[in-house]
């Protein structure tokens, strides 16, 4: 991170930053200024932050006098939460991505996909994907405003559902015939036992479903419905008689 420092710039005075331990930070402009940018670095030693650098301004008035001020800044690590997600899901429903190991503050999370405009905030995301394929996705991640945020990308991919509408041929029910895929029938709500891509009766009658999912993970559910239409009801023939009379 840059850590900007100043102090008023008065006449006759010389200015001249340092910085100890020198590989904790280093001034990335003119070190003879009254102002600069500290920019922090990770200490090559081993040791992991936080910990404490001393950055100290050395002023001379009129060529002789020289006051030194020293002031400290604490180094701390952003370390980014794991992102815990599955890497295929099924397209329309709701799919949890969340972390583990962050802040609780939501704000702190900022997220971004590749399918959607849309901006997150949280440590976790319930969302639905409606496009199949893959979706990539950045998490900002900022606990703390003063230090740059941590970036951590991810990706998944969005299985597209099965499809399950229902024909009527004759007697015959019918879905699409597809791969990889399993059938199961119900009449009215009540299971038939059936699991190919038709069905047949000689009585087709009620509300008939199918659903259609895949033989591995995810399943991915789809469900088709399709339901006889009632008769129109039957008209009864009234005889009407009557007399006419003229003036």
Same mark, same amino acid.
């Given at each position: 991170?840059?850590?900007?420092?100043?102090?008023?710039?008065?006449?006759?005075?010389?200015?001249?930053?340092?910085?100890?331990?020198?590989?904790?930070?280093?001034?990335?402009?003119?070190?003879?200024?009254?102002?600069?940018? *500290?920019?922090?670095?990770?200490?090559?030693?081993?040791?992991?932050?936080?910990?404490?650098?001393?950055?100290?301004?050395?002023?001379?008035?009129?060529?002789? *006098?020289?006051?030194?001020?020293?002031?400290?800044?604490?180094? *701390?690590?952003?370390?980014?939460?794991?992102?815990?997600?599955?890497?295929?899901?099924?397209?329309?429903?709701? %799919?949890?991505?969340?972390?583990?190991?962050?802040?609780?503050?939501?704000?702190?999370?900022?997220?971004?996909?590749?399918?959607? %405009?849309?901006?997150?905030?949280?440590?976790?995301?319930?969302?639905?994907?409606?496009?199949?394929?893959?979706?990539?996705?950045?998490?900002?991640?900022?606990?703390?405003?003063?230090?740059?945020?941590?970036?951590?990308?991810?990706?998944?991919?969005?299985?597209?559902?099965?499809?399950?509408?229902?024909?009527?041929?004759?007697?015959?029910?019918?879905?699409?015939?597809?791969?990889?895929?399993?059938?199961?029938?119900?009449?009215?709500?009540?299971?038939?036992?059936?699991?190919?891509?038709?069905?047949?009766?000689?009585?087709?009658?009620?509300?008939?479903?199918?659903?259609?999912?895949?033989?591995?993970?995810?399943?991915?559910?789809?469900?088709?419905?399709?339901?006889?239409? %009632?008769?129109?009801?039957?008209?009864?023939? *009234?005889?009407?008689?009557?007399?006419?009379?003229?003036?």
């Amino acid at each position: 991170s840059i850590v900007p420092l100043s102090v008023p710039n008065q006449p006759n005075v010389t200015y001249e930053w340092t910085i100890s331990p020198a590989n904790a930070a280093s001034v990335i402009d003119d070190h003879l200024s009254y102002s600069v940018d *500290i920019l922090t670095n990770h200490l090559s030693n081993g040791i992991n932050p936080p910990y404490f650098v001393d950055v100290t301004l050395k002023r001379t008035y009129c060529g002789d *006098i020289e006051v030194y001020e020293t002031v400290q800044i604490e180094i *701390i690590d952003i370390v980014p939460p794991t992102i815990n997600c599955s890497t295929v899901v099924c397209q329309h429903e709701p %799919t949890l991505i969340s972390t583990i190991g962050g802040s609780s503050v939501s704000s702190a999370y900022t997220w971004q996909f590749s399918d959607t %405009t849309l901006i997150f905030h949280g440590a976790s995301v319930n969302r639905a994907f409606h496009h199949p394929g893959t979706v990539t996705f950045t998490l900002t991640y900022q606990p703390d405003p003063n230090c740059d945020p941590a970036i951590v990308t991810g990706s998944l991919y969005v299985r597209q559902l099965p499809v399950a509408v229902i024909t009527r041929s004759g007697n015959t029910l019918s879905v699409p015939l597809q791969n990889n895929v399993n059938y199961d029938w119900y009449q009215n709500g009540n299971t038939l036992n059936w699991h190919t891509p038709s069905y047949t009766s000689n009585n087709i009658n009620g509300t008939y479903c199918c659903i259609v999912s895949y033989n591995d993970n995810p399943a991915c559910e789809a469900q088709g419905c399709y339901a006889e239409p %009632t008769p129109p009801p039957s008209c009864d023939n *009234i005889n009407v008689q009557y007399t006419k009379t003229c003036n």
